[in-house]
């Protein structure tokens, strides 16, 4: 059974810092690129960071410079440090693999950048 358990997420003023974290149970973590999504209120869910089985990542134009990925192989854990958040950040935050597993999104953890 394939499952993404999100945490971190949280109410952090403009300009703030918070990591995410993602616990994945897939037995092929290892080999599997992995992808930290959001989806903000009315709008499409989109990625955010890949990282691949290699440790290469890949970030959206909006989050350059500002997040990181970091993944944990052992723990089957992906990570997003999140610095200089701006108000655009806010939305909910999930993982999946790259290309997301659509039968396997969990239930995300929120994030609000606000002052």
């Known amino acids: 059974q394939v499952q993404f358990v999100e945490s971190g997420g949280g109410l952090v003023q403009p300009g703030g810092s918070l990591r995410l974290s993602c616990a994945a149970s897939?037995?092929?973590?290892?080999?599997?690129?992995m992808g930290w999504f959001r989806q903000a209120p009315g709008k499409q869910r989109e990625l955010v960071a890949a990282?691949?089985?290699?440790?290469?990542?890949n970030y959206a134009d909006s989050v350059k410079g500002r997040f990181t990925i970091s993944r944990d192989n052992a723990k089957k854990t992906v990570a997003l440090q999140m610095n200089s958040l701006e108000p655009e950040d806010t939305a909910a935050y999930y993982c999946?693999?790259?290309?997301?597993?659509?039968?396997?999104w969990g239930q995300g953890t929120p994030v609000t950048v606000s002052s």
């Open positions: 990282i691949s089985s290699g440790g290469s990542s």
């Open positions: 999946n693999r790259y290309p997301a597993w659509n039968a396997y």
């Open positions: 897939t037995s092929y973590f290892r080999v599997t690129t």
